[in-house]
Each structure stands twice: as structure tokens, then as C-alpha cells.
């Protein structure tokens, strides 16, 4: 069963930074494209960045020179580097696989999820 645990999240001031990770299994990590999303109070789920077996990304708006999606094939981990926090910023961070950067349709169940709070 495929499984991904996210970690790093916390309490941040805003303009701070914080480094989420997201442990896969029972998946072909290498060959996956995977993303994060992220989730705030009383919105939808939404997706934050992405990142194919190639390397080549994608950003939501808000996050684009803020935000950097990488991962380490060796390791079967994604991160994200997440800089000049905002509070909107704000939500449970999520992993999942994907089928492509433009198809915007997760492959498997959601793990745990990581918190994210931005705020003075």
C-alpha cells in the first residue's frame, strides 16, 4: 500500500522559512511525477508546486520565487524549500503523485499531512 509521510511543518513568523518532506513507499518514486498541495481552513485542497522525474516544475502563482520543489530519487523523498512565509501561507501540507505536471489528478490515498502556521 502506498503510503507518504510529510514532515517539517510548524510554527513559522511570517518572512521566516521552513522545509517540509514527504517519505514515499511502495511506489516507483523515480519515475513519478510528485507534488505538494495544501489545504487551509474552510478552503479546497490546492496545488502548491510540482516536479516530474526529469526535474522540470511548476509553481502555483502566490508561491513562484518564494517556494522550491525538489527531491531525492535515492532517498524516495520530495521536499520543499519554503521561504518569505506569508500567513496566508497558513494550511496542512500535502504530498501525492500525479500523472503529469498538466494533469491535474492525484494517484493514491493522502497521507497525514504536515501544519503549516504563519503568523506573529
Known amino acids: 500500500q502506498v503510503q507518504f509521510v510529510e514532515s517539517g511543518g510548524g510554527l513559522v513568523q511570517p518572512g521566516g522559512s521552513l522545509r517540509l518532506s514527504c517519505a514515499a513507499s511502495?511506489?516507483?518514486?523515480?519515475?513519478?511525477?510528485m507534488a505538494w498541495y495544501r489545504q487551509a481552513p474552510g478552503k479546497q485542497r490546492e496545488l502548491v508546486a510540482a516536479?516530474?522525474?526529469?526535474?522540470?516544475?511548476n509553481y502555483e502563482n502566490s508561491v513562484k520565487g518564494r517556494f522550491t520543489i525538489s527531491r531525492d530519487d535515492t532517498k524516495n523523498t520530495l521536499y520543499l524549500q519554503m521561504n518569505t512565509l506569508k500567513p496566508e501561507d497558513t494550511a496542512v501540507y500535502y504530498c501525492?503523485?500525479?500523472?503529469?505536471?498538466?494533469?491535474?489528478?492525484?494517484?493514491?490515498?493522502w497521507g497525514q499531512g504536515t501544519q503549516v502556521t504563519v503568523s506573529s
Open positions: 516536479i516530474d522525474s526529469g526535474g522540470n516544475t
Open positions: 501525492n503523485a500525479r500523472p503529469s505536471l498538466t494533469i491535474s489528478l492525484t494517484l493514491y490515498d
Open positions: 511502495e511506489i516507483i518514486f523515480s519515475i513519478s511525477t
